[in-house]
């Protein structure tokens, strides 16, 4: 029998999942089973089938003990598996680095072409337009400020010439960041706080159609392939790249390895731009809180006129739709907005304003209270105190308070409490205003608010209630807490001059008691004899206020003037002694039937009106003529009551000599009452200067001179000019026309002219010289 050749088995492919494994073992068991050493048949097979069966036995042992080497072979393609993703996951986060890195650097180097380019050619041209842009230089006042600060972070990134895939690149940008960071702050704070001039300027420039088309044109040629329409394309770049810095360098952080060697100083970076923009924003919003307030604070004083200036249609439109608005809350028909918390700082306000008001009028009051008695100075009165030890000490202790004690305290008030309050109650002003300005603001905002589409104006109302209204929630607290405790401070500081004040008083006392009477006293027989002594003092006040009185209610005696005692006589012969009265002023007549008068005159008084009931006016008779006087220009004449007087003939010396030693007379009678209700000894008086008795005068015979009672100026050349007193001679007592108005006179320089007679009058005159002649 032939043998069959050796059959070739393929390769047999391991699975890869170990759950098939109990199938090949099952497989094993059946062929056990079916190849089992009972059955004779199978021993008496050909040799061909034999080497079968061993072939199959042996692939089955090879299945079974690889078994161990396919999980090892399994884990080894998991790993490089892991590897390789690993590997893959990194080389993307290093392309998107490095992607990142570059927009940063390029995107930086294209916004400073930009704003050169906005800084140089566009606004070289905007000044060459004619008529001149009205304000356009201050919206290019920070930009070289930018342009400098952003040249010196390329400038430092490129002096290295690294690369964005170079690993020392991101530690060499950071750190040069991080070292401008304060110029970054201070260029774009001021550019940004300033943002909004770009916004007015346009919005003005777009009301004037022909100027905003030569404004785009002159864009449009200065950069043609930007197809800018506005400068605020060019203008606002510094806004958003401001913003952008955060984005990009977070953005950078985030495709950097943690173990990368500039991941932490990256880490820092991308805090510091995120604190740059909250540290800009912080300053703009200070920035318009403070124009907000600006604007605001003060005060203007205006007059009626002034306000009616001011008055056009949008303004009575606007304070009308506030009062009807403010009519609507009181009445409740319109809900009011309530805001409890600036409801309650604004009432702590108003109360700390009166209390401040209040406190500085009670300072003031009390520093005139103090001016007054120190302007009372009884110590430089010369009295003679000798051997009164209790007088002297006290002038003593007087002079020291007000001289060096009083007025240092004084000083120190005013510069302590009155200074300081005087100014807190100027810084009230600002609040006051802004807290009544944002009443209005609220009324504008509550008509707008329930509005969906607002216009420019509109919108800026309520963006500036919403400014208003932060400022106040935000600074009105700390104002009343500063105010709060200045006035904590002011009261302590109150309470400390005043203690001061009694310990320097009280060492000045106690240098000066050891020198009085009462200084051993105990304290009960102290009050006692304080007591007595005040008591005795408030009686011989009152006794001398009633001397006082009695010597003044007394009617004063006036002695008639010599030219005025014929018209006494006659006077007298017509009306009774209590209707003559005395001419205080001199009166000119103004008005019909006025009579014109010289102080000192005479008249009775007929009636005490006039014809219309006018007591301003009373009638008089001036000896012949009557006429009408000013009530307030005449007082009641007191003749001496010894003796009539005398008429012009008799001899003046005379009356003069009794007149003086009646006066004298009073004046001694008076001194002796006045003494005895001050009890004054002779040590507390000085002794009364003896009279000396003038030498007697040779008789002189009256005379009498008309002179120029009140002044008079020429208006033409047949009048002359006079002055008060000055002496003249009548010529004729009337003018040409026989006039008795006018009067011609002759001066002593020889000048002859025409005066009113009523500006004349005459007057005694004692010479030895001869008069006019």
Known sequence: MQVPPRLHLPALHLPHDRTMMPDLLQDHAQLEDLFSPEDDDFFTESDESSELLDCNASVLNMSICSEDSFIELKEENDEAQRKSEKEKTQEIRSQRQNLAVQELLESERNYLRMLQLCSGVVRENLLKIQPPLPNLEPLFEHIPEVISVTSRLLESVDQDQLQPGDPDFLQTFCTSFLSLSSNIEAAYKEYLSNYSQVTSWEISCKQKEALWDQVVRVLKTSAPELKASSLSFFLVMPVQRIAR???????????????????????????????????????????????????????????????????????????????????????????????????????????????????????????????VFLSCKPEEFDLYMDAQREVVCYKEITTALRQWILPTFEKRLRELIHKPLCSLRDLLVGPRNLIRKRLDKLLDYELIESKTNLSYEEQAAANTYRTMNTLLLTELPRFNTVSLQLIW??????????????????????????????????????????????????????????????????????????????????????????????????????????????????????SERDSKGDRRRWLVDAGGKRGYAPASKLRQYQAPPAEAPLPPSQSSRAQSSRAETSRAEQSRLRGQKLSKSLDLGPSRLRPAPVPVEAPPLSPALPMFQVVAAYPFTARGPREVSLSPGEPVRVLEPHDKKGSPEWSLVQTRGGQSGYVPSNYLTMVPQTSYARPYP
């Not at 009694?502 to 050891?514: E, N, P, V, W």
């Not at 005692?565 to 006659?570: G, I, K, N, S, T």
Request: with cysteine.
């Open 245 to 371: 810095y955060p984005l990009l360098l977070q953005t950078i952080q985030k495709h950097t390895d943690p173990s990368h060697p500039a991941y932490d100083l990256l880490h820092q970076t991308a805090a510091t731009s995120v604190s740059l923009n909250c540290h800009i924003n912080e300053y703009k919003r200070i920035r318009e809180f403070r124009e907000v307030a600006d604007k605001y604070k003060k005060t203007e004083n205006l007059s009626i006129k002034d306000m009616i200036n001011r008055l056009n249609t949008h303004s009575i439109f606007k304070k009308t739709a506030r009062l009807s608005q403010q009519i609507k809350h009181e009445t409740g028909i319109a809900p009011k907005l309530v805001d409890e918390e600036f409801d309650a700082l604004e009432g702590f306000f108003y109360l700390l304003e009166k209390c401040i008001l209040e406190l500085l009028e009670n300072v003031e009051t009390y520093l005139s209270h103090l001016q």
């Open 489 to 606: 401070r002011l009261l302590g500081t109150f309470s400390c001059l005043h203690r001061d004040l009694a310990s320097d008083m009280t060492q000045l006392f106690q240098t000066f008691a050891t020198q009085l009477s009462h200084s051993a006293m105990s304290p009960s027989a102290f009050w006692e004899w304080a007591e007595a002594a005040v008591m005795e003092g408030m009686r011989k006040l009152q006794d001398l206020c009633q001397t006082v009185e009695e010597a003044l209610s007394a009617p004063v005696v006036m002695p008639v003037n010599p030219c005025w005692a014929l018209r006494y006589q006659q006077l007298r012969q017509k009306h009774s002694p209590d209707r003559i009265y005395e001419v205080t002023s001199g009166a000119v007549g103004s008005r019909e039937l006025d009579l014109s008068l010289i102080k000192g005159e005479l008249v009775a008084v007929v």
